[in-house]
């Protein structure tokens, strides 16, 4: 499966952009991609022809293709028969199994299988902490 985005960077030379322009080589209206970042939405050009879901990356497309369409993983969990792609992803998940949580909150001391669960929460605790000790 080939898909692809053609377009031209050129410079934007005589405004206050020091940036360049994606010019299209179709014709088609292309947005500045730095304008969505800072609306919080990336342009999704990429859509899986199995599923219709959209992707801002190639990478991330053929990810979800091998991941969700093919059947097919690099890794197996031997417990429970699910399937994994990457290893962190299946040593991850080998941690639930043993109930082992290595990632430990600095403030509350609560345990995570996953550094991203620990971050996600931190994030939130250090809210609530803040919160408390104003209160």
């Known amino acids: 499966m080939s898909i692809s985005v053609t377009g031209v960077v050129e410079p934007n030379f005589g405004s206050d952009s ?58 197996k969990c031997q417990q429970c028969g699910k399937g994994f792609y990457q290893k962190y992803r299946y040593e991850q998940h080998l941690r639930k199994h043993a109930n082992i949580r290595s990632y430990i909150c600095s403030l509350c001391h609560r345990g995570f299988f996953s550094r991203d669960a620990l971050r996600d929460h931190t994030k939130k605790c250090e809210v609530s902490m803040a919160m408390n000790n104003t209160l």
């Open 18 to 75: 020091k940036l360049g322009e994606l010019v299209p080589e179709s014709g088609v209206e292309v947005q500045n991609p730095f304008d969505t970042l800072l609306q919080g939405t990336l342009p999704k050009p990429y859509v899986c022809l199995k599923c219709g879901k959209e992707f801002t990356h190639k990478q991330t497309l053929r990810y979800h293709d091998i991941s969700q369409h093919t059947g097919s993983y690099k890794f």
